[in-house]
């Protein structure tokens, strides 16, 4: 048993879990904590990448918990409820994109644009997005959409087609949702809420895709690793979406959008000055 790998896959879990919803870019922040605690040596670069987006899971199962409430009224409602069929269409019209593109795009996107500078680039780019969106949104008139039942299907495409951003890493799926959708018209809560529940068909999928398709590569030995970054997921994640949902309802995104800008910046500086061995 080598309990430092193991130590390893409970910190990847941890920052999985903790940056999944927030809009600063989990993939790019699992990059980044691969890079700098050399799981890719430990584990194998095609095997940290499965691992990465398997462990995603672990974070949309707390929303799933969260949420339980709702998502069962929708099943049940399915069949004659039509505030549930309008929820379920609009988050299956919301996922499809994603579903298109990332079979088009992924693997080239992951062959060359899973590095550290470019999560470190689009960190930054992102980061001076997310401060125009907030500063727009505050001068703007009320917003369109209150509430995610207040959605129509086009709102729903509009905001999935603008997830599909999140493909280069460290553009962040939540942000690129949540902040999508303010400049579509929804409020704050309401974009924040949406991402969410889009969450859970794509991040699933992709995780029973990936696990799928790199079967191969995994024995039965990985599943105690597996379970450790998916434990410790779900656990981060589950506190960081009770914290951001009431946190939104009286705060923007302009923090994250600094530390955003920070971190990006401080990754290229130590990455010139040699200071931290990022690995490209």
């Known amino acids: 048993m080598d309990i430092l790998l193991y130590l390893k896959a409970a910190l990847m879990g941890v920052v999985e879990g903790l940056t999944e919803f ?18 890719d040596e430990a584990v194998g670069a095609d095997k940290v990448k499965v691992f990465d987006i398997a462990i995603q899971t672990g974070a949309i199962f707390a929303v799933v918990l969260i949420y339980w409430q709702r998502l069962l009224d929708t099943l049940v409602g399915l069949g ?7 929820f379920a269409l609009n988050v ?6 994603a579903v298109v593109l990332g079979l088009v795009l992924g693997a080239a996107i992951k062959a060359h644009l899973f590095t550290p500078t470019v999560v470190a680039s689009t960190f930054i780019i992102g980061g001076f997005i997310i401060l125009w969106v907030e500063r727009w949104h505050l001068t703007a008139s ?45 409020s704050r809560k309401a974009a924040t809420e949406f991402s969410f529940f889009l969450g859970i068909p794509t991040l699933m999928g992709a995780g029973a895709y990936s696990l ?11 599943i105690p690793l597996f379970g450790i970054g998916l434990l410790l997921s779900f656990i981060s994640a589950w506190i960081c979406v009770r914290w951001l949902i009431t946190y939104v309802s009286t705060h923007d995104f302009k923090p994250f959008a600094w530390y955003r800008i920070a971190f990006g ?11 931290i061995s990022w690995t490209d």
């Open 22 to 39: 927030l809009p600063i870019s989990s993939t790019g922040h699992l990059i980044l904590a691969g890079s700098l605690l050399s799981f």
């Open 265 to 275: 910046v401080l990754i290229l500086a130590t990455n010139y000055l040699g200071w």
């Open 212 to 222: 799928y398709k790199e079967r191969d590569l995994l024995t039965s030995a990985d």
């Open 142 to 186: 009320a917003a369109r959409i209150v509430e995610v039942d207040d959605m129509s299907p086009m709102d729903a495409l509009k905001v999935g087609l603008l997830q599909c951003l999140a493909l280069v890493p460290g553009t962040s799926r939540s942000g690129a949702s949540i902040i999508g959708g303010m400049v579509m018209g929804l």
């Open 80 to 86: 004659s409820e039509p505030r549930a069929q309008r």
């Open 92 to 97: 299956s019209i919301g996922f499809a994109p």
